[in-house]
Every structure is written in structure tokens, then in C-alpha cells.
């Protein structure tokens, strides 16, 4: 139990469908996060929130839509997604964004797969 | 673009050896953490390391901060089977909240 649970744990969608991943975390933690992860590839950020506040966006396409309802859930609409769009979505919190020394709280990821 | 190069990619060792992976970069960093991802999992904090030179020590496992806080290397001694997994370094910019991770080292210990 890491204290970040993330739903589901597998996903495969079609390249039409709408779906959403989901984190909670338990932690009392105030910034949550949505890393991509690729083969190969280092974590890319995605989105940043701060006391539920979107702090960052680092250029995702819009196909992505994040949520973050409250500082202890955070979810990843997922619309008309493409084939390279497939990967392990992992959601991170720490206890707040302006401290990074910290470091992440991860889940364990959601493999996704668009077909 | 601040980039962080781990070495060697991929390392397949036997059980009870030793080995050294690497993190480098050109940009100093305020601390550096080192994270393992085991299959299937994410990624778990191990340590972070702020000041240059820094050396920790988790059980069978000795963390370094190169004197100019640009780098830094992981050593494990006398490997085990749990010991595997990919190995993620991630530089830490205190100053504007950032944290810049590398590809990773990818360990199996086979027993």
C-alpha cells in the first residue's frame, strides 16, 4: 500500500472511446500529479496541481483532460486517443508542489492501451 | 533543455555481485533522489541527496552526490534477486519547483 491508489490498473480503448483514470491518495499530500511514462523514454509531466489548482501544463494534447475535484483525487479524461498515446500513466503526490526535496509519492500506474 | 544520462542502460548481473550505475548531467541540481521502479509498480523514493559530496548508505546500498552536485552513482553490493528493477535518478531545481527525471537503469539479479 503506497498510500496512492490508482483505477484502473489496465485499460485497453479503442481510438474512439471516452474513458478516465483515476487517483486518490490518503496522504494528506496537497500536489498531485499525472506522469507518462514510455519504454525508454524518461517520466514525462504532464499536469501539476497545487491545493486543486492546475499549476502546470506541459503542452499535452487536449485529447487529455485532467480533474482534480479536491487535494485527495485527481483523474485523467481520456477522449479519441491515438495508437503512441499507449503507456503507463502514473499518477505522484508530494506534500506540496514548492517542495520537491521531498520527493513523489507514486501509484502504481495504469497501462494504457489504444487500439 | 536540461537532460539527465543514466549508465549503463540495462545490466544483468549474478546474484551476490556488485555494480555501480550512473546518473550525469551538465545542469547542477539543489539535491538529486533516486527512485526504484519494480515491474508493475511505480516508482519508490530510496534517497535523496542534497549537499555536494554527500554519501548515504541504504542497508547494501551506498548513494553518492558528485562534489558539484551535476552527478551521481548508486553502488550495490552483494546483489540479490529483489534487487531488481529500473533504477530512476531525478534532479531536483529547488529554485522554480522542478524535477527533471532520467531513463533509467534497468537491473536483473539473477539468482
Known amino acids: 500500500e503506497t498510500g496512492v491508489t490508482q483505477t484502473p490498473r489496465h485499460l485497453v480503448m479503442g481510438m474512439t472511446n471516452k474513458k478516465s483514470l483515476k487517483c486518490e491518495q490518503h496522504?494528506?499530500?496537497?500536489?498531485m500529479y499525472w506522469y507518462k511514462q514510455s519504454a525508454k523514454k524518461p517520466l514525462e509531466l504532464m499536469f501539476v496541481?497545487?491545493?486543486?489548482?492546475?499549476?502546470e501544463n506541459n503542452s499535452v494534447p487536449s485529447r487529455f483532460s485532467p480533474e482534480c475535484p479536491n487535494s485527495s483525487h485527481l483523474f485523467l479524461h481520456l477522449h479519441t486517443l491515438q495508437p503512441e498515446d499507449s503507456a503507463l500513466y502514473l499518477c505522484?503526490?508530494?506534500?506540496?508542489?514548492?517542495?520537491?526535496?521531498?520527493?513523489?509519492?507514486f501509484g502504481s500506474g495504469t497501462r494504457l492501451t489504444v487500439v | 533543455t536540461q537532460l539527465l544520462e543514466q549508465s549503463p542502460q540495462f545490466l544483468s548481473i549474478q546474484e551476490g555481485e556488485n555494480l555501480t550505475v550512473y546518473c550525469n548531467s551538465s545542469?547542477?541540481?539543489?539535491?538529486l533522489q533516486w527512485y526504484r521502479q519494480e515491474p508493475g509498480e511505480g516508482p519508490v523514493l530510496l534517497v535523496t541527496?542534497?549537499?555536494?559530496?554527500e554519501v548515504k548508505k541504504l542497508k547494501r546500498l551506498t548513494f553518492q552526490f558528485g562534489d558539484a552536485r551535476k552527478d551521481s552513482s548508486l553502488h550495490i553490493t552483494a546483489a540479490q534477486p529483489g534487487d531488481t528493477g529500473l533504477y530512476l535518478c531525478?534532479?531536483?531545481?529547488?529554485?522554480?519547483?522542478?524535477?527533471?527525471f532520467g531513463p533509467g537503469t534497468s537491473l536483473s539479479v539473477i539468482p
Open positions: 545542469s547542477v541540481f539543489s539535491s
Open positions: 496522504l494528506g499530500h496537497n500536489a
Open positions: 541527496v542534497v549537499t555536494g559530496g
Open positions: 505522484a503526490s508530494s506534500p506540496t508542489q514548492g517542495a520537491p526535496i521531498y520527493g513523489y509519492t
Open positions: 531525478a534532479g531536483v531545481h529547488t529554485s522554480y519547483d522542478k524535477v527533471i
Open positions: 496541481y497545487n491545493f486543486k489548482e492546475q499549476t
